[in-house]
């Protein structure tokens, strides 16, 4: 079965304390890895896709990477306002739909 | 672009009533997906829209529940004899084809 598995579930860092997230996957044919940030009570914003092993893709302080399979959020020097759920979700061959991790909720604290 | 819009955002209704919810997509984007969330859960899958053609069901999509989206512009989702367990967030999202899909900010459905 496609699965998508998120780590850490909850994270706590520091102002300026870098980190990264991890998003594990396990399907039959990866088509594209999506990143999607989520504030509280809103939609999942989009991020980033990832289409093969190796890419790269950078965005203020986010950078996503890709393996075979894994896929990285790299948060570098994180501030306050970085706080929020990143949800990690892969689109599949033979089928249109997203299918979503469970997130990890990151907290910034000054 | 004004975003996906849905409506109404939060709809408190007793065990037993039928709900719908609405989706008005980014204009141009021809394909329209529903999303179910609850607290903690990425989101699941429900359905999604090409047009007005319904293309793909989940499994999670019992009999109670209908999509529709005539002439492939808005969208509605009904829930009809809702259940406790049908608590959560309604998201709608919608793309030009297989483009990164954009979300609204979904309707919180609560069922006493």
């Known amino acids: 079965e496609d699965q998508v598995t998120q780590s850490p579930e909850a994270l706590r860092l520091q102002e300026g304390e870098s980190s990264s997230l991890n998003c594990s996957y396990t399907?039959?044919?990866?088509?594209?890895l999506f990143w999607y940030r989520q504030d509280p009570g809103k939609g999942p914003e989009f991020l980033f896709t990832?289409?093969?092993a190796g890419e790269e893709k950078e965005k203020e302080r986010l950078k996503a990477t890709l393996t075979k399979k894994e896929s990285f959020l790299h948060i570098t020097a994180p501030k306050p306002e970085d706080s929020a759920t990143y949800l990690c979700?892969?689109?599949?061959?033979?089928?249109?739909?997203?299918?979503f991790g469970t997130g990890t909720r990151l907290q910034v604290f000054p | 672009d004004t975003g996906v819009s849905q409506d109404p955002r939060h709809k408190i209704t007793k065990r037993g009533q039928n709900v719908t919810f609405r989706c008005d997509p980014i204009?141009?984007?021809?394909?329209l997906y529903w999303y179910r969330q609850t607290l903690g859960q990425g989101p699941e899958f429900l359905t999604y829209?090409?047009?007005?053609?319904?293309?793909?069901k989940s499994r999670l999509l019992s009999d109670r529940f209908s999509a529709e989206r005539p002439k492939g512009s808005f969208s509605t989702l009904e829930i009809q004899r809702t259940e406790q367990g049908d608590s959560a967030m309604y998201l709608c999202?919608?793309?030009?084809?297989?483009?990164?899909?954009?979300f609204g900010n979904g309707t919180r459905l609560t069922v006493t």
């Open positions: 990832l289409y093969s």
């Open positions: 979700a892969v689109h599949i061959y033979n089928t249109d739909k997203l299918i």
């Open positions: 399907v039959s044919g990866l088509r594209g």
């Open positions: 829209f090409q047009n007005e053609a319904q293309l793909e």
């Open positions: 999202a919608s793309s030009l084809d297989r483009a990164p899909l954009h």
């Open positions: 204009s141009e984007h021809n394909r």
